[in-house]
């Protein structure tokens, strides 16, 4: 594939004005056409939603460049789906403010671009940076994306695979490929009673901290790595087809 003539779509979960997604598309428009569909505002932890009971609006806002009241997945769909007027070659997440780690994915809507991207047969790369900071220094993040992406369009990806990538703060230059790793969360119910009596709840807790196994994304990232962990939407557990197979012949209600 001509790197060229690639059409590339971006989207995050930060929304269109993080400095992550402009430091992402900045990075790639000399590899094609860059193609924005964002968020309005901020939609991290928005997993895989999308709309699916209530409109929503897209407003253009400068030339390529796209936003909703939606959510990541939206972007992905909508645009895919008929708001683009060309098939994007590749759907890019990120970068996101934030590292998606472990079972970091499934809550993220940064990784759900790039699920949306592939569900739509198309190669996708999420992006994250790992620290939390306001005013992050990314420009390391986008060499990697520049980099990954012109390999990605030049080599492929196989189908239903996405490539989810972390990015630690002190890098030491190199790659890592990865599997997930498993986070220990210390999450808790806060509850704080309003002047008007009504209770409201949040999440809170201790920071999670993460079980130590080489060859995850962890700890490729603790040790100064980029971590590329390839992900399968192939859920279905083979093994246990086979093992609980017994029970279709002592099914009776």
């Not at 005013?135 to 390391?140: G, N, Q, T, V």
């Not at 100064?224 to 192939?234: A, F, K, M, Q």
Request: charged letters at 25%.
């Amino acid at each position: 594939m001509g790197l060229h003539m690639a059409v590339i779509l971006v989207s995050n979960d930060d929304g269109y004005k993080a400095k992550g997604i402009n430091t992402l598309v900045s990075s790639v428009q000399n590899l094609g056409e860059v193609y924005v569909f964002a968020p309005d505002s901020q939609r991290s932890a928005s997993s895989h939603a999308f709309s699916l009971h209530s409109g929503i609006h897209f407003h253009r806002i400068s030339d390529r460049v796209y936003i909703t009241d939606g959510t990541p997945t939206d972007c992905v769909l909508f645009a895919v789906r008929g708001l683009m007027d060309k098939r994007p070659d590749i759907v890019l997440g990120g970068i996101n403010h934030g590292g998606n780690l472990g079972e970091d994915i499934t809550y993220s809507g940064t990784v759900a671009v790039a699920i949306e991207g592939i569900i739509l047969g198309i190669p996708s790369i999420a992006f994250s940076y790992v620290e939390y900071e306001d005013d992050p220094d990314l420009e390391f993040s986008g060499k990697v994306a520049r980099w990954l992406t012109g390999k990605v369009l030049e080599i492929g990806l196989p189908k239903g695979i996405l490539l989810n990538v972390n990015i630690p703060k002190n890098p030491n230059g190199k790659i890592k490929i990865t599997r997930l790793g498993k986070r220990i969360y210390r999450d808790s119910v806060v509850e704080k009673i309003l002047d008007n009596g009504e209770r409201i709840y949040t999440i809170g807790g201790e920071p999670p901290t993460w079980i130590r196994e080489e060859g995850t994304d962890f700890d490729a990232i603790e040790k100064g790595y980029v971590s590329i962990t390839p992900i399968h939407l192939r859920w279905t557990d083979f093994t246990m087809i086979r093992k609980l197979r017994f029970l279709e012949d002592e099914f009776k209600i």
